[in-house]
């Protein structure tokens, strides 16, 4: 049977039948997202299509606060996860592209009191996991309130996992330093140097640094699972919320805008992002493991090429592709610590392409 979603309507009485089929295929991705919720327990979930960085989908699904029964929409807010990292990387390269950072620069360039062995870690391996460093310590105190320096000493004190340059394995501490390298650079905190260049620019106005003091409007709640039952995600210190590895507040709406500028050379030229989705190199010539650029994982599903990445924080897990030769992007938010939102996002995209959804 031909697919009748591939059927273009010319005539002007076909209109109530196109319409009806662009509900009927509207439908089918809200039945999905629908059963797969219900299939994790996701309480709430928000979806972005955007087609060459023009939202096509932008929705809210289940509760944002299932103590005060408040739906999801469009405007909720969730926080970023790793998700973040990319925007971390954009600063990055920001700095790297006005002269300010080389990616060949040594860490203890920045840190001239820093372990011997930062003078081999470079600012591109940090970027793309590949500097040797690890993840928090098992005795790390989530609910302490540590300032930089403090961070900086912890980093400073964890050994490289293998000689730089030489394997790939995905940290966070990785990260947070970079945080701390826009830092010392630019003299701004990284959230602060985000909120100027890249946020007010693109018109975010909800995408900021996590606060648990503040009034944030149309703020979810984020849970988790335990032995099957849905509880409050745990506390964790509040300055703990505001490293560079993923502490940001967005909804689908300020990502739409994000995803727009990702066309364009608003933020960084061309030539810089294609570095940032492109796999970095080894210092043997071949492409990482983990197939990660800067801030951004890359990879291929059926002839499809994306770039992509998942982040997961205090009841949160979120996802973002971008398939970059078809102009098609899916983002999925949800307020479940432990979901599967790339499971979500892939078959999205998938109904996108094939389609099965307009």
Known sequence: MKNIANYRCFLPFTFIFCSALAFAQSDAVDEY???????????????LVSRAGQ?????????????????VKPETIFQSGSMGKQFTATAVMMLVEEGKISLEDRL?????????????????????????????PKNFDMRKDYTE????????????????????????????TLGLVIHRVSGEFYGDFLQERVFKPLGMTSTRIISEADIIPNRAAGYVLVKGEIK????????LNTTADGSLYFN??????????????????????????TVAKLKNGQPNSGHYGFGWFIG?????????????????QT?????????????????????????????????YLSGEAK
């Open 55 to 71: 939202p096509i989908v932008t929705k809210g699904y289940g509760m944002a606060n299932l103590e005060l029964q408040v739906p």
């Open 300 to 316: 291929e599903t059926k002839g499809h090429h994306f770039v992509e990445h998942e982040g997961a924080w205090q009841g949160f």
């Open 319 to 351: 996802q973002i592709a971008r398939f970059v030769d078809d102009k098609l992007t899916i983002v999925v938010l949800t307020n479940l610590g432990g979901s599967k939102p790339k499971i979500i996002s892939d078959h999205v995209a998938e109904m």
């Open 252 to 277: 689908v709406i300020d990502l739409a805008k994000w995803d727009e500028a990702l066309y364009t050379e608003r933020l960084l030229k061309r030539a810089s992002l294609e570095q940032m989705w």
């Open 232 to 239: 409050n995600q745990e506390w964790v210190s509040p300055k």
């Open 33 to 47: 997202v629908k059963s797969e919720m219900t299939k994790q327990r996701i309480p709430g979930l928000a979806l």
């Open 108 to 136: 203890t360039k920045f840190f001239p009191d820093g372990p011997a062995a930062w003078k081999q870690v470079t600012i591109r391996e940090l970027l793309s996991h590949t500097a040797g460093f690890t993840d928090y």
């Open 149 to 176: 320096q403090d961070l900086l000493k912890i980093v400073e004190g964890i050994p490289l996992a293998y000689p730089p340059g030489t394997k790939w394995s995905y940290s966070n501490l990785g990260f947070l």
